[in-house]
């Protein structure tokens, strides 16, 4: 596989770098409080910042990896769009948000201040910062690798113009330049890969033809979820469900700042709620660019049509490669260059979104908290644009130290268990249970963080039988991943109960905005009924119901 990139196709790239940077210096004159570097002034639509919101989630794994992974896994990829999406999407809207919003706070660790106490957010800040940083050099590495696997880019400049353009834009307008970029990105990923998976379909005699050709063990949805042996991710709907579905969902999609930022640059609350529940109808339809493209490459290598590339380290047939085969198989040149922008676009989005969450919960965290109590509003912007530029720095170096390890993409998962797993029952408790005490979230949080990594240890020097831990005798990487952020949510849940029964909680009167029960239920009032957060919720979750129904 070639790619033959015409000067139309560079100039579409070129074009794409000059727009980005144009935007955040066009806007820099827009953010000068804290409040429009930090939250993008407060005053975006459910929309825009609904947009902004899923375009934060499009990152490298999204897009390449599901796009492979659905080669290896079939249409189980789409649990992550649908159960393990959409559920968690529309719970924050409606039941978490008027909690986040309402308290005023820049940050997830700000609303974990105010509800128990300093350690608490220091512990949630730092784990964050360090998640965040690590991703942010796993994607920026993974998108120099690809693109000089595929196009024979050098792998150093790939990872030091993209970052420096992604420092620029963003420390020049703060999350404002973040969210219009990521809705522009947002919009490129569709245009540009949504023609791949039509053209493929088309090509291959439609959907039901595609389905109809693949093994059962890849062509259902929950049909083969009885077995873990009946599958290919070796798990069964127990395990989809308690480990994806509750766990790591609710985990990811109700507590990570990266996410959750963007819907704090709402301009109110009502347009707070919506934010996820409008991403989550487009979350939907992502399964149509990511499993849709992953089918017809599956069915095209199969055939014998087309051939992956080789990992750079293993010499096996890259997953990862499907999408930019399928690009080169069915683009001509202009739309090759539109397709390359568009995967850059992803990878960019979602390095921007950890940089721009990494540099809030820096600024007011940590920094204010450990150094400068009294810092001023401009002191904190000045100290955010700092912070930015030093993510980067970070994530470059961390891309690099990601080159010594070719396994590190196996422990994507396992962080995301690690850190937001036992962090939601956390939040859980905090939020619908008074009587939850700061000494009961913090030893339980740490008992949930340290309980997953050393499951993780457990299995990885042979320690501990995995099968204790998934029920099956060979559970893949991810099935592990499922069981293992579902105990670890167990293990933080039940011990912050424990020890808040025998602890002093917060007086109530200090909990007035933060837990239900002592808050009031948001009112709505002159809304049509179509427009009101929980009508627009209903309608998202029965066509979830409806899709898994179909290709169940």
Known sequence: MTFQMSWIDWLIIIIYFGFVIGI????????????????????????????????????????????????????????????????????????????????????????????????????????????????????????????????KWDLHVSIWISAGVIAVYITLGGLLSAIFTEIVQFFLIWFGLFLVSILGLIELGGLKAVLTGLPERLSALWSTAASPTANEMGVTWLGIVLGLGFVLSFGYWTTDFLLVQRAFSAKDLDAARKTPIFASFFKMALPLIVVGSGLVAWKLQDMGQITLLAHPYTGEPWNDT???????????????????????AGFMAGQAGNVSAFNTVWTYDIYRVLFKKDASDAHLVVVGRITTIVGIFLSILTAYAAMRFNTIMDYIQAIFSWVNAPLFATMLLGMFWARTTPAGAFWGLIAGMGSSFLMFIGIKFHWLNPAWLTFSQNPSDMSHNLWR???????????????????????????VGLVKGLTPAPTVTGQKLLQRPAVVAVISFIVFVVLNIIFW
């Open 322 to 344: 499907a999408l930019p085969v399928l690009i080169a198989r069915y683009f001509p040149a202009g739309l090759i260059g539109l397709g390359i922008t568009a995967l850059l």
């Open 24 to 151: 955040g210096y066009y806007l820099k004159r827009f953010t000068k409080t804290g409040d429009d570097f930090f939250m993008a002034g407060r005053k975006n639509s459910a929309w825009v910042a609904g947009l902004a919101f899923l375009s934060a989630n499009l990152g490298s794994l999204e897009i390449l990896g599901w796009t492979g992974g659905t080669m290896k896994y079939g249409m189980f990829v789409s649990h992550f769009y649908w159960i393990g999406a959409v559920p968690a999407m529309l719970f924050l809207g409606l039941y978490m948000m008027p909690f986040y919003y309402s308290s005023k706070i820049h940050s997830i660790p700000g609303y974990l201040k105010l509800r128990f106490d300093e350690k608490t957010r220091l512990l949630n800040a730092a784990s964050f910062g360090i998640m965040t940083i690590l991703m942010s050099g796993i994607n920026l590495y993974l998108m120099a690798l690809v693109f000089n696997v595929v196009l």
């Open 485 to 511: 952020a579902w105990w670890a949510w167990l293990i933080c849940f039940v011990l912050t109960i424990i020890i808040s029964l025998f602890t002093k909680p917060k007086p109530k009167e200090e909990l």
